[in-house]
């Protein structure tokens, strides 16, 4: 019998007696393939499926362009799919520059260019789609290369890696890449079991070593005692990950305040690079005198992580202020020619409000930020220049880690910690891994360096730990959507698409599970018997009076809760009534004192006057700014063509608010009385509930506090494990369980019918056909309210204004009054959507599911302008929205408008108007692609 084992040997003796084209195709190589290249190259070559997983910059795609030179070979078709268009276009002219544009297509999305090449590249949703709707472009489909499949992780975007792993055709073969990670045999079982044999390769060695440092005061200094790489201290002895005792003492000094002279630096050994002196060291250092540091070392070009995009503009705006500049005049010339470039495609009067004139100074003197709020072709342009060795450093977000090619010499890490969108968390062993790993250029560099920047609280111990782990697991987001659910009951029927669910990587993940959760269930009962006994009180049921305290204090916090929203009402009310010309008096968050407004903004959707203050400051206030209501204590006359940019203008008009508040006068009107209580109902069951936790008698426990921390150990313990019993118990068919809850949501909806005793006869009605073609967060949302028909007689402007609050979501929550809509039709569709929102919302919570993200106002106004072809300045004019952001944005509203347009039997008037929004919103920046350059 022919085992895995025997077919991939005879394979490998085939391909080095050049039986296949492995030979042909190192031959056109400009290098030699390392051990694990040659050995997925000949897995491929044998016919199985290959996952491999590398470091960053090892040369994994290698083994990606091999199955796309064996399907060229043997006259089938190759995709190569990435999780981002940047990623997918970047590839796309790779391949061109290999096999030629007429070989060569690429599908985005938004874009498409030769989609019926014998190779297209294409982000993971396309494929997809094209799996759903059975395109003919799967035709003659021979090899699939998933790149960055560890994307798969996900929350958001994860699950379509799994759909196109489980629905291409079996004969396809799949090529996953993938950066290092820790259960990649996991991984690699789940691909064997749904996708048949496939071979896993795991390389860990760098092929360029990664030294690790720390910079305390412009110094660097190295962070291991030994003069060892990533690749020795991941796999050393623990002799060899020994901190640097230099460090040691440094957090004995910094702890003891012992005056800022530092350690003496070691200069590195083996003629490696730099020298440090013994002078008085500070253990702070500035973003310029960090980039001189690097240079003077030799360690530019350099990737700086700044986890914060304010804090990225902001390095480049400090070091332009410093005076840095590390490009010569030759290279300030190129990278003139190249902004130039840029400079031609855009509108001259969108410059200023792209922040063009900074982003160009910062480019001439070799260093630019990059991060997601930047306009694409500024990143692009900044991409270019880096991999040119033009720019020498870069300021990004952690965005970068992801695909783009951007390898440096050295990386920064500036802290150790990040904002995760709800609270500061220290960033773990993988995320340092992934980020570090962009450290040495292959075929530049001899060597990669990592750089950690110190800080008051820098443990070096805890550096040492990131930097000389590999645990970076992959975990399924998998689960099933409501537009997945209706294409595989299309396909399958309902008893089928269960099973192909059971299929998943998620499912495969939770049944290997179980037994590590049993267990610690077990040693937290144990935990809970202890505590349990420790809180037990002599005088009575402690358990029960500490019921009454947390029932009391969720009582008053709902109370404060109430407080809280009345506030903000009265804070709204109170800015809408304001005229130009009353003064009042700011005492929230901002403590703005007295001030006279100068302008009133109700074109946005809250209310965000603007103000001066007596000291002569031009503010804008809005609700997030007070803890109640405004009052009006006078009025003044605001002089006519008034604007506040001259001093004189602004002198003069506070003087008037000082004169108007010494004379008196009386307010334009009596201000309303406003009741920041609770209800009638919440502060009786507040008394209530105080005078019955008196009553109680543990209540007069001497130990009482001691008691009730015990208590609340037990309680969110006791939490804690009746939620990981919870998990137990449903584990078993978790994935397809969460399949018939979104089944019965479809149901309730009218998009399922109900499932008759024979699964088969489930049907899926026009309005569940119609939600197959709709891909995104809010699927069924916006299936919802197209079938009302509220969209069906807007304009193409009003169409991409509303439809963005079916794609938009902020990057901060915004608790503001109801907006104001540009139309009345875009105000009746956004009422409609909200309410069946909430009815949506309640359906799934009756059915567990997770609710689905609320419609967003936030971007209606600036596509609705766009839409109207306004100028980028006055599209953004009152929003927190980067210019980035809001391509980024546009070109999803884009998505889902030529979704809805090529939905079969939808309203004409409809499609006409959503390919006629499309159009509109295509233009300008928006429209902007370097693909076709």
């Known amino acids: 019998m022919s085992t895995p084992a025997k077919r991939y040997s005879a394979a490998k003796e085939k391909v080095r007696g050049n039986g296949t084209g492995l030979a042909e195709f190192r031959d056109s190589l400009n290098f030699d393939l390392d051990p694990f290249q040659e050995e997925a190259c000949l897995a491929v070559a044998s016919g199985s499926g290959v996952l491999v997983a590398a470091p960053t910059g090892a040369g994994k795609t290698v083994v990606g362009e091999f199955a796309i030179f064996q399907a060229l070979s043997t006259g089938r078709k190759a995709f190569y799919t990435t999780p981002i268009k940047a990623l997918s276009n970047q590839k796309y002219s790779d391949l061109v520059a290999i096999y030629g544009p007429e070989r060569v297509g690429l599908l985005t999305g938004d874009l498409t260019i030769n989609g019926e090449a014998e190779i297209v590249v294409m982000t993971t949703e396309v494929l997809r789609n094209m799996l759903y709707a059975d395109s003919d472009t799967l035709d003659s489909l021979g090899y699939v290369v998933m790149d960055e499949v560890h994307y798969l992780a996900d929350k958001f975007r994860g699950a379509v890696w799994e759909e196109v792993i489980i629905h291409l055709r079996e004969d396809v073969q799949v090529i996953s890449l993938s950066a290092t990670v820790s259960n990649a045999e996991e991984f690699g079982g789940w691909l064997d079991t749904v996708r048949g044999d496939t071979r896993i390769i795991v390389s860990e060695h760098r092929p360029i070593p990664l030294y690790q440092h720390v910079m305390v005061g412009g110094r660097l200094l190295d962070l291991f005692a030994e003069d060892v790489s990533f690749d020795e201290v991941a796999g050393a002895p623990e002799k060899m990950a020994e901190v640097n005792p230099e460090l040691t003492k440094l957090v004995h000094?910094?702890?003891?305040?012992?005056?800022?002279?530092?350690?003496?630096?070691?200069?590195?050994?083996?003629?490696?690079?730099?020298?440090?002196?013994?002078?008085?060291?500070?253990?702070?250092?500035?973003?310029?005198?960090?980039?001189?540091?690097?240079?003077?070392?030799?360690?530019?070009?350099?990737?700086?992580?700044?986890?914060?995009?304010?804090?990225?503009?902001?390095?480049?705006?400090?070091?332009?202020?410093?005076?840095?500049?590390?490009?010569?005049?030759?290279?300030?010339?190129?990278?003139?020619?190249?902004?130039?470039?840029?400079?031609?495609?855009?509108?001259?009067?969108?410059?200023?409000?792209?922040?063009?004139?900074?982003?160009?100074?910062?480019?001439?003197?070799?260093?630019?930020?990059?991060?997601?709020?930047?306009?694409?072709?500024?990143?692009?342009?900044?991409?270019?220049?880096?991999?040119?060795?033009?720019?020498?450093?870069?300021?990004?977000?952690?965005?970068?880690?992801?695909?783009?090619?951007?390898?440096?010499?050295?990386?920064?890490?500036?802290?150790?910690?990040?904002?995760?969108?709800?609270?500061?968390?220290?960033?773990?062993?993988?995320?340092?891994?992934?980020?570090?790993?962009?450290?040495?250029?292959?075929?530049?560099?001899?060597?990669?360096?990592a750089v950690v920047l110190w800080q008051q609280d820098t443990d070096p111990a805890a550096v040492a730990g990131l930097a000389s782990k590999r645990t970076y697991p992959l975990n399924s987001s998998f689960r099933p959507t409501y537009n997945m659910s209706l294409n595989l009951t299309s396909q399958f029927g309902r008893e089928r698409a269960r099973g192909v669910l059971e299929t998943s990587f998620a499912q495969f993940q939770a049944d290997r599970s179980v037994v590590g959760m049993a267990k610690q269930v077990r040693s937290r009962e144990e935990s809970l018997a202890g505590y349990a006994k420790s809180m037990t009180c002599h005088l009575g049921d402690f358990e029960g009076y500490a019921k009454l305290r947390a029932e009391l204090s969720s009582a008053e916090k709902e109370a404060a809760k109430t407080i809280s929203r009345l506030r903000r009402a009265a804070a709204a009310d109170s800015l809408e009534t304001l005229q130009r010309g009353d003064i009042i008096e700011v005492t929230g968050t901002r403590r703005l004192g007295r001030c006279v407004v100068t302008e009133l903004d109700s074109a946005w959707h809250d209310p965000r006057p603007t103000v001066l203050t007596e000291d002569k400051h031009i503010r804008r206030i809005g609700v997030q700014d007070l803890n109640g209501p405004v009052q009006v204590i006078s009025q003044i006359r605001i002089p006519k063509g008034f604007t506040g940019r001259s001093p004189k203008e602004r002198k003069d008009l506070a003087a008037s608010l000082r004169n108007a508040l010494t004379e008196s006068r009386p307010p334009r009107e009596s201000a309303p009385a406003y009741d920041f209580t609770g209800s009638d109902e919440q502060e009786e069951r507040i008394t209530a509930l105080r005078g019955v936790l008196k009553a109680h008698p543990c209540h007069g426990c001497p130990e009482r506090e001691d008691h009730a921390r015990w208590s609340e150990r037990h309680a969110k313990l006791l939490r804690d494990t009746n939620k990981l019993r919870s998990q137990i118990s449903g584990r078993t068919n978790t994935i397809s369980k969460t399949f018939d809850r979104v089944a019965r949501v479809l149901e309730d909806f009218n998009y399922l019918l109900p499932a008759a005793e024979d699964a088969a006869q489930v049907q899926i009605t026009a309005a569940g056909q119609r939600l197959r073609r709709i891909y995104g967060e809010r699927d069924l949302l916006t299936s919802l309210v197209m079938e009302t028909g509220a969209m069906n007689k807007m304009t193409a402007e009003e169409l991409a204004g509303f439809i963005s609050a079916l794609v938009f979501q902020a990057r901060r929550e915004d608790h503001g009054p109801d907006p104001r809509m540009p139309t009345a039709k875009i105000q009746m569709a956004w009422e409609t959507a909200v309410k069946l929102w909430s009815s949506l919302s309640d359906a799934e919570a009756h059915a567990s599911l997770p609710e689905t993200l609320a419609p967003d106002s936030g971007l209606i106004w600036p596509i609705y302008k766009w839409a109207r072809e306004s100028d980028l300045r006055e599209c953004l004019r009152g929003t927190d929205l980067a210019a980035g952001d809001f391509v980024r944005w546009a070109k999803q509203v884009i998505d889902v408008l030529d979704q809805l347009a090529k939905i079969p039997d939808l309203d004409s008037g409809l499609a006409r108007s959503c390919n006629q929004a499309v159009q509109r919103v295509r233009r300008g920046v928006v429209a902007y692609s370097n693909v076709l350059d």
């Open 253 to 449: 000094r910094s702890a003891g305040g012992s005056g800022s002279r530092g350690p003496r630096g070691r200069g590195r050994r083996g003629g490696k690079g730099w020298e440090v002196d013994r002078e008085q060291l500070s253990t702070r250092v500035s973003r310029p005198d960090m980039i001189m540091a690097l240079d003077h070392a030799g360690l530019l070009p350099s990737l700086v992580f700044i986890f914060s995009r304010k804090g990225c503009d902001a390095a480049v705006a400090q070091c332009v202020r410093s005076g840095l500049a590390l490009t010569t005049t030759n290279e300030a010339t190129e990278i003139e020619q190249a902004i130039d470039l840029v400079a031609h495609t855009l509108p001259s009067g969108d410059l200023d409000v792209l922040g063009f004139w900074p982003w160009r100074e910062g480019l001439m003197r070799g260093f630019a930020a990059h991060h997601a709020g930047l306009l694409p072709i500024f990143k692009e342009v900044v991409e270019e220049l880096f991999v040119r060795g033009l720019v020498k450093t870069v300021f990004a977000t952690e965005t970068l880690a992801l695909g783009v090619n951007m390898p440096a010499r050295s990386v920064v890490l500036e802290k150790l910690e990040k904002f995760n969108g709800e609270s500061h968390v220290s960033i773990t062993a993988g995320e340092y891994t992934q980020l570090t790993g962009r450290a040495g250029r292959r075929g530049i560099d001899v060597e990669g360096h």
